[in-house]
Every structure is written in C-alpha cells, then in structure tokens.
C-alpha cells in the first residue's frame, strides 16, 4: 500500500491560455505583418508617380477598330522603346515623346486613314489588373494616341518603368517537394 502524504490541492483556479487561442493570436499576427510589408504583398512593384503613361483610344469598340489599335501599338513601339531606352528621367522621356510625336503620327497613318492625334498631356487613366496588382483610376501624365473619334476602348501602360514591354516571363519550375525527392535519391539513386 502507498504510503499515506498529504496531497495540497489549489483551490484558485489557474488562468491558463488555450494553446488554440494561442495559435489563432500568432496566426493573426503574422497576417498582418504580411499585409504591413510592401514588398510581400507586390505594392513594392506598383508603378511609380512619376511614370509617363501611353494610351491608345480607338475610334470605336468594332472588331477592325480594336485590330487597327493592336497594329498602331505594335508600330509606335519601337519608337517608345527607343526613346525609354535614352531617357534618364522621366522629364527628359517627356520632352523626348513630345518631339517624337510627328514621327508617330507618320508611321500611325500608313496604317489608318483616319485622323491620328497624338499628344503628351495629363489624362484620365482607367483602372487595370496587373496580376496581383491593381491600378486604380488615376489622372497621371500620358501620351495619348486617339484614332478617329476616340470612343472605342482603350490599351495603357506605363513608361518608365517598363510595364509595357516586359522581358520574356519566367518559366516556372515544377514543384519539388523534399520529402520525396529525398526518398527517390536514397532508395532509386
């Protein structure tokens, strides 16, 4: 048999967390850090104040308007890629556009013959999705190219940096998980 020892009891009730609760409140936390830094959640790739905008606005929302708009982007850009190329600033890019803008005209017109504007000025620029990020409606410096009438839909990007013309995306690479990577080097290598 035991032998008898006098056993104290607390009678206070303890206040003791509950480890969910605890987890739950760690799992908050780190959210929200998430959330706080810039550069986890993409913030830290918006574009920046300073950016000078292209806007391309076709004569109306047709299937051959839309096609003519395609076909001017892809003919002024070489020359927008080419002045981005030699400009340091974006005051310097403004300027640069700005006297580009006859050129542009010129090489817009051997594919319309309908009236293209072309100017550098402050415009309304609508909301974009970006993959994970999203431009809101803003008026930033732009140079816009109207065809025609201009009340089709319109393409934008931003110069400065290089939204527009982005470098061949990354391939990605299959997911590798370690455990079974280890597995097949240790028993099949």
Known sequence: MLPDYEIIRNE???SKRSPWLELIFSL???QTMLFLLPSASGAAEAIPADAIHVRIVANSNTQED???KSLIQEEIQPILVEALATAKSAEELENQLSS???EMTNRAGKIT???IQIQVVDALIPPKKDGSIFYSQNVQKALVVTIGEGKGDNWWCALFPKVCYRDEE???EPVKFWTWEWIKN???S
């Open 100 to 102: 580009l803008t006859n």
């Open 113 to 115: 013959k309908k009236m």
């Open 66 to 68: 839309q096609e003519m």
């Open 28 to 30: 908050l936390i780190i």
């Open 12 to 14: 206070s009730p303890q």
């Open 186 to 188: 240790k028993f099949w």
């Open 170 to 172: 990354p391939k990605e």
